[in-house]
DNA sequence: CAAGATTGATCTGTCAATCTTC
DNA sequence: GAAGATTGACAGATCAATCTTG
């Protein structure tokens, strides 16, 4: 029953704001979508590459930072994961010899991440298929008017969901 | 530096069609909403529900049914969880007194979950804040006409995730 | 024996606690 | 002592294997 109806708004202070018709199925539309997109890219990336989507943006973004290096804490932010996460997975990027660890020569507070030749070499290898994926599933599915918009309204969904 | 550029293509069997500029912000902007939004929800249930995500939604799908029931292997389809992973999860729920599991009289190759009056109180009283949180994050940062628009791209881009 | 469902092993992410460097 | 980072314990998801019913 929820999120749509005017169903009993049982706890809330004031009454609940249900959903109307469109926009719950706007939103089933789109949180769809939104749990099923990032999986079919996983599946696509493990069969390809076997990598996780997280550790292919990680090693993208890595390729992206001068000497392909980047500082964990910015990194964390770059990927979207937390400290803690992003460590473990570093952890398994360097047993596997794509990424190694040095701190900071001059801080040692910071830890960097490098992105090694093999690490680098991987990720080259991988990103074609991704791309493609990329442009199957979103890009050459919109119009560039829509892409457009897709990307104005995903800019501002991402202020709010960012807290603004 | 995958998704964008023309980089070294080396694996594929054709070149690839990387993504131009606007494709690449495009495909950034709306890969981190669809990232973040997830995340944002399940803290929002988790706080103020105790719930995860998908486990607000197998209640909000199993309420809709007739009987508030469902059988296993259709709630898995609508809540777009793996057999398995609803299996486990029912397990939990059924632990926490929200959900019990009754074979199928009919066929006893079906397993029917059937909330308990415990469950729809939960997402009863659960649904407010939730409705609440998706308006804020979503539904009221777009106009009617955007919605309309994130509707039709979602409904779109779904039938390629799923296979088309 | 095929479809529905469950189970167990394993892997990954989270949370809280800890360690290190300045 | 505060910020950056790591660690370990635990919760949840996946995958493959198994069980059950018709």
């Known amino acids: 029953m929820p999120t749509s109806s005017k169903g009993p708004a049982k706890a809330a202070a004031r009454a609940t704001r249900w ?8 939103w ?15 599946r696509q990336l493990q069969r390809d590459a076997d990598l996780s989507l997280i550790e292919y943006y990680t090693l993208a973004r890595l390729s992206e930072g001068t000497q392909h290096t980047q500082r964990m804490s910015v990194l ?22 794509y990424v190694r660890r040095e701190p900071d020569p ?10 090694t030749k093999a690490g680098y070499a991987k990720l080259v290898a991988s990103a074609p298929a991704h791309v493609e ?9 919109l119009s560039p008017a829509e892409l457009r918009r897709l990307r104005d309204m995903s800019q501002r969904l991402l202020t709010q969901v960012e807290g603004g």
């Open 133 to 141: 994926a990329v442009r199957d599933l979103v890009i050459d599915v």
């Open 106 to 115: 001059d801080d040692g507070r910071f830890t960097n991440a490098i992105m």
């Open 76 to 97: 964390a932010e770059l990927t979207d994961a937390s400290l803690s996460r992003l460590s473990h997975l570093v952890t398994r990027l360097e047993a596997r010899g």
């Open 19 to 26: 959903l109307d018709k469109d926009e719950e199925a706007a």
């Open 28 to 42: 089933r539309a789109f949180h769809a979508v939104v749990i099923k997109l990032p999986w079919t890219l996983e």
